[in-house]
């Protein structure tokens, strides 16, 4: 799949595709819906199918405390589009100036121009453009001027509920990781880089691997029983998500105790998934209050993960 990272790598040879716009945070079953879509009319046009992103997301610019959490980051949404046999992503950077493009010159001059869009796919409550006036509408009446076809995304519906990240959110907060993996379509999970952390486990029995959240606001927060994958070998641990209070720890941060591992992960990927919510992350009065509570984690999160295998 290709990667086009800002409008500069678009060229000549990239006008023409089917076209959908979104978050797609989480890229949960719902989306698949809609890439599906996409994917139906990119073989009908014979074009490419293609999706576009904002990254940050608009809501993490304009209130970045208030922003819902995020279940994927850029790199992890860009594996999943290639799974589903997406053939572009354009992924441009949003900030307040790009906010500011009119409605009119954000269809003109990207979707037709640029892109030369010949098929679109958006929600109905889309919005886009200076002062969110560009609407769903609006690009109907564009399509019908320009030559290009709108439709809205279809609701993938499930017991009657309609899947959304939101309610992904709302499962993991409630560590309902089972009806989040459900919606989802897999298991909850984290994937990134382990980078060099205070090495403060190590020196009471828990050396752990840490991977920074890298987003405004964390999908989960506190400790966790948890598996990882790291080259097709799959490992049980005890992680915490958090900002670690104890030791007066500044940046969010996953620190993942590995059981039975010993080696050097540095720079390695690791994909973390979520099993279940032991607790809430807290400050404890000592390093030792800390190093006690920690084994009662770990027992914990051996004997739940040794209970639910399968």
Not at 161 to 175: P, V
């Amino acid at each position: 799949m290709e990667l086009l990272r800002n409008l500069s790598s678009v060229t000549a040879r990239h006008h023409g595709c089917v076209l959908t716009i979104g978050n797609f945070d989480g890229v949960h079953r719902g989306h698949e819906a809609v890439l599906k879509q996409v994917l139906t009319q990119s073989a009908a046009l014979n074009l490419p199918a293609a999706v576009m992103v904002f990254e940050p997301q608009p809501a993490e610019v304009f209130n970045p405390e208030a922003a819902p959490a995020r279940l994927t980051r850029w790199r992890e949404k860009y594996n999943l589009f290639k799974a589903a046999n997406i053939q572009r992503m354009l992924c441009l950077r949003f900030s307040p100036a790009f906010a500011e493009i009119q409605a009119e010159t954000f269809i003109e001059a990207l979707l037709v121009k640029k892109l030369g869009v010949k098929y679109l796919v958006v929600g109905d409550d889309f919005r886009f453009g200076q002062g969110r006036k560009g609407t769903f509408s609006m690009l109907q009446q564009a399509g019908e001027k320009f030559g290009f076809q709108v439709t809205d995304t279809a609701s993938c519906r499930q017991e009657g509920e309609r899947i959304s990240s939101t309610l992904i959110r709302q499962a993991i907060h409630k560590n309902d990781f089972e009806r989040a993996e459900h919606l989802l379509g897999r298991p909850y999970s984290i994937i990134g880089k382990v980078v060099h952390g205070d090495k403060k486990g190590r020196t009471i029995g828990f050396p752990t691997v840490n991977i920074l959240l890298r987003r405004c606001v964390s999908p989960v927060k506190g400790v966790y029983a948890v598996q990882v994958k790291y080259k097709n070998h799959i490992f049980d641990g005890v992680a915490n998500a958090g900002t670690r209070p104890t030791v007066k720890g500044a940046r969010q941060q996953l620190e993942v105790h590995l059981f039975n591992f010993s080696g050097d992960l540095y720079g390695q990927e690791l994909d973390v998934t979520f099993k279940h919510k032991i607790r809430d992350e807290h400050k404890f009065e000592t390093f030792q209050a800390l190093k006690q509570q920690i084994e009662l984690d770990a027992a914990f999160a051996i004997e739940w993960l040794h209970a639910n295998k399968g």
